[in-house]
């Protein structure tokens, strides 16, 4: 039978175990992106851009090992803002390009990942479990219109030719031209 003292022990090596991963990944990340700072073939402006994001990712990375309620909120808010900034590019250049093909897809792709943002950037605290439900939700929405968006642009690039099965070409696997 577990003591309350193995019990508290073993959600402490939990807790810590998942949210030092968020911070690990952070510091990985962020060592990696000051790397390519200072890769001389990359243009000034993104090594600027890859020096910057290297440097608050580790500093995030840091913060991290803080204790627990600062890596929920990071984690929480490193989610909203890269949906809410994803979602903002996708309608924006969904709405630039008339000639998009599934344009339409895009456009709710990009108001779906936008209010996602939003939800997690506004109360990121307001609920533990309603964070994590809408965080599995969104991704398994997300994740659906993504392979839906990426069926129909194949079907638009004319991939999925709708022709008899002799003529329609391979989805994945082009013969080599040796062959």
């Excluded at 990375?61 to 949906?83: D, K, N, P, T, V």
């Excluded at 250049?93 to 990942?113: L, T």
């Excluded at 002799?166 to 082009?174: D, K």
Aim: a positive charge; charged letters at 15%.
């Amino acid at each position: 039978m577990s003591t309350p003292a193995d019990i508290d022990f073993r959600t402490l090596v939990r807790e810590i175990v998942d949210l030092d991963l968020f911070g690990v990944y952070l510091l990985a990340t962020g060592v990696f992106e000051l790397a390519g700072a200072f890769d001389t073939h990359v243009p000034r402006h993104l090594r600027v851009m890859h020096f910057l994001t290297g440097s608050l990712s580790i500093l995030l990375g840091l913060i991290c090992f803080r204790g627990a309620l600062e890596s929920i909120l990071l984690l929480a808010l490193w989610i909203g803002f890269s949906w809410l900034l994803r979602g903002t590019m996708e309608t924006a250049a969904a709405a630039s390009a008339q000639d998009m093909p599934a344009r339409g897809w895009h456009v709710a792709f990009g108001i779906i990942s936008a209010l996602a943002g939003i939800v997690l950037i506004v109360s990121p605290f307001a609920s533990i479990a309603a964070l994590t439900l809408v965080v599995g939700i969104m991704a398994i929405v997300l994740g659906l219109t993504e392979v839906v968006r990426a069926v129909i642009m194949r079907v638009k690039m004319g991939r999925l030719a709708p022709a008899p099965a002799a003529q329609r070409r391979p989805l994945f696997h082009r013969p080599h031209p040796q062959h």
